[in-house]
Every structure is written in C-alpha cells, then in structure tokens.
C-alpha cells in the first residue's frame, strides 16, 4: 500500500513535468502564448511549490521564508514578480492537477476502501466569504449573514470520498447567478464525474432529495442514499402518514428540475415520473427522517441504510479542516485568479496531506493494538500538526530534482510525533462563547492556528 501511496503522489511532479515539456499542455493553463518562456528566477515549478506552502502572512514575508528556505539561489525575488508571474497561471491547473492525483489513487491503490464494492461518496457545499472589494462584489454579488452584514461571497462545493478521505472533485461559483446554486453544483458534479470514478454511492442531505438526483442516478448509473425533506411533495406527505416503514413513491419533474437537468444535456419533460425506494427511520430523538435511494432491499435493509447514512458526517468534518486547518477564508490576494488559485490549491493540499497520512496506517494500528491490550485509549494522529509538516517540507520534495521518496516518508513519520487520543465515537457538546469585541485577533480556547 505504501509504494501505491507513493507512486500515487508522484503524479503530481509528473503532471508539472508533462506541462512543461508540451507546449500543447502548457498553452491550456498560462494566459498567453508568451508566459513560461523566458528563463527567469520564478519557474513554473518554483511558483506552484510557492503557492502550495499555504501563503497566510504577509507576501514579502512568505516569499523571503519560501526563497531562503527552499530555493536558495540568487536573491530574493520582489513581491511584485511573484505577484505578476502568479497572475500567467489559470487557476485550473490545480483542480486538473487534483483530478490526475485522484485518478491515480483509485488505479494505484486497489486496497482503498469500499462498502460492499461501492466508493462512498458525499456531496456537500458551503458559503465562503471573499475579501470585500468592488471586482469581486460585482462578480460573486453578496452574500448577507444571520447578523445582516453583507460582503462578497462564493458557492463552493465538494464531492469527498467519505472511507478514503479525498476530494474527488470540487467546484466554487459565484453566490449569486442563475445556474450557481448548491444544488446545480453538485448534480453537475455527479454527472460530469471528471476522474472517471466507477461504483460510485452517494449519501446526500435532504437538498438534493428531488427529482432532479434521482434521474441523473438512473441516467449515469450510479447508487445514492439520500435524505428527503418530509414536505417534498403530497405524494412524500402520504407516506409519512403510512403506517408501512418502507415501500416506492413517484417523483414528478417540475418546471425547476426540467430546467436543471436541460442545463446538464439531460432531456426530461414537466410531468414525467421517476419511481424511487422510500425508508422511513427514527432518529435517537424520535424524529422522523425519510431516505430515498435506488438501492434494493436485498442490497441495504432499512437498518442498513440508516447506518450508511450516518457515515456522511464525514464530509462535514472534511469542511472542519478546510476552514479552520488550512484557513480557507485567509487568501494571497484579493484578485479573482489569486482566489481561485487557493482554493482549488487548499482541495490539492488537502488530498495530498490525507495521502501521507495514510502512509502511517500500519504503525497507528501497531500502537492501537499494543493500547488495547493495556485498557489505553486508541491514539490518532493530530491533524493540526500534520499542516505545520506540509508547510514546513512539502516544497523541498516539490522542487527536489531526484524525486527522493525519502521526503515524503520523512514527513509520514513526523505525522506520528506526539500523537493524540482519538475523538472517533465520541460526542462533546458545542459550548458557544462570546468573541472579542474590539481588535483583528482572539485567542481561542479549542484551537490554535496551524500554518
């Protein structure tokens, strides 16, 4: 699994290499025909592993740092080469770069897991708030908090292998706009499946409850286990009212599924029915809660899919770390393209840090199991830690010339330093507390920065 591990990362050196011996394939991700020619200080290789050293202070700070400590050749370039050399690279690059690491991960790694032969999968999206200038208000619009302040804002969305821990495919559009929407954003993901991913089972929230999923499932061929909300539809509130637990109800296309579905090339009519298993569950609670999903009941009971459902939750600790671990809202610039560039450079990031963690599965199971036989608790790594590692080495194996495995290992055992008691199974209630009033910083009491 460990050499799988590695050859998967070493995809990403390949595909800079490939982009830069084509000019076919460098012509797709530079602005203009011009830009990556000369030889200058900032190569296309020295600005990507600058960009993926999560950027968070002040530019000529972490340009000094990334130079002094990883180039070390000639002076420093100014800020302002950095900035104009960042603005050739379309933001792009990353998300086609994380789509080849994904593909490489699934054709490497035969033992990645998998329920029952399906990859569980879990689409979610997300607000993220834009630094608040006039380009990106007139382009993104305005998003409005439940305290009714107002500031530019961006859909983003995510498909995340919820077994294997990686993005398989991300999307960030403007808040406002026609076609922009959670909804639209993961059902185009879905459909498009852009690594080519087979086997695929989504487990989704009541959004995405509708028509629209349903007939994209059965048109694409993939399984979905899906939360619906219980005022869908007449023909949905009847059958809450049944005493029965589980049986199939009829979804009617209207107006808005007819025109989401046109918009991904699927041809679908105002009126036309699509027939779907139902599962009514109770929740600890005693709060009913209806699934839909094109799973029989020979391949997932209702007590079954009650279990699988739970497993979604992992999508929403996927956002955890992308929003306060690797600080998603903290951007290198304040233009479109820096934007974009960090965003689909914190998904790579992401996948990338989750990869060599997995390079440390066997030594965390030896430990759990020496643990278990004392009454100790299990032991996780501290995902916080492992951010520091990546911002502190990641750029030294980039910009590495012999592709020296060694590094990648270095950090996988860095990864193990001070390991931490394990939260899985465990549930802490959420204690709000008042945030300063006055200044730009607070200090936490459940987190610390990481990078």
């Known amino acids: 699994m460990n050499n799988s591990i590695i050859k998967t990362l070493d995809t990403i050196k390949r595909f800079i290499d490939d982009i830069t011996d084509s000019t076919e394939l460098l012509n797709k991700y530079r602005q203009s025909v011009t830009d990556f020619t000369r030889n200058r200080k900032i190569t296309l290789y020295i600005l990507v592993a600058w960009l993926m050293s999560q950027v968070k202070k002040s530019l000529h700070i972490e340009i000094d740092s990334f130079w002094n400590n990883f180039v070390k050749s000639g002076n420093c370039p100014t800020t302002a080469a950095f900035c104009k050399s960042r603005a050739k ?18 054709n490497n790694c035969q033992r990645a897991r998998n329920w029952h032969g399906y990859r569980l999968f879990a689409i979610d999206g997300s607000n993220l708030s834009l630094p608040d200038t006039d380009n990106l208000r007139r382009y993104y619009g305005n998003f409005t908090n439940n305290k009714g302040e107002q500031g530019p804002a961006a859909n983003i969305s995510i498909s995340y292998d919820l077994q294997n821990q990686i993005i398989s495919d991300s999307v960030m559009t ?10 639209t954003n993961g059902l185009r993901m879905m459909h498009s499946n852009p690594a080519g991913i087979s086997d695929r089972l989504y487990l989704l929230d009541r959004l995405y409850g509708c028509f629209a999923t349903v007939k994209i499932a059965a048109t694409d061929d993939f399984k979905f286990v899906c939360r619906c909300k219980t005022n869908l539809s007449e023909t949905v509130k009847e ?10 109800i009829q979804l009617v296309a209207n107006y808005k599924s007819k025109k989401t579905l046109n918009n991904l090339q699927i041809d679908v009519s105002i009126g036309d029915r699509i027939t779907v298993r139902a599962v009514k569950i109770k929740t600890e609670d005693g709060t009913t809660v209806l699934l839909l999903t094109n799973l029989t009941e020979e391949e997932a009971s209702a007590e079954t899919l009650a279990q699988l459902y739970q497993i979604r939750w992992g999508v929403e600790v996927a956002y955890g770390i992308i929003k306060n671990e690797e600080q998603i809202n903290i951007f290198s610039g304040i233009r479109d393209c820096c934007i974009r560039q960090d965003f689909f450079c914190a998904m790579l990031l992401l996948n990338i840090e989750s990869l060599i963690t997995k390079l440390d599965d066997g030594a965390i199971e ?20 492992t951010w520091h590692v990546l911002k502190d080495t990641l750029p030294l194996w980039l910009l590495d010339n012999r592709s020296d495995d060694r590094i990648l290992e270095c950090m996988a055992t860095r990864f193990l330093y ?8 465990k549930r802490y209630p959420r204690t ?11 200090t936490f009491a459940n987190y610390k920065q990481a990078i």
Request: hydrophobic share 30%.
């Open 174 to 183: 403007p808040f406002s706009g026609k076609g922009n929407g959670e909804l």
């Open 418 to 425: 001070d390991l931490i008691e394990s939260n899985k199974g």
């Open 366 to 385: 030896a430990i759990n199991q020496c643990k278990s036989k004392e009454n100790r608790p299990p032991v996780q790594i501290d995902r916080n830690f």
């Open 432 to 442: 709000k507390r008042q945030r300063a009033l006055r200044g730009k910083f607070y």
């Open 89 to 106: 690279l379309k933001p792009d690059f990353f998300h086609d770069m994380n789509i080849e690491l994904v593909k490489a991960f699934y």
């Open 239 to 248: 059958f809450i009212k049944k005493t029965k637990t589980q049986g199939y």
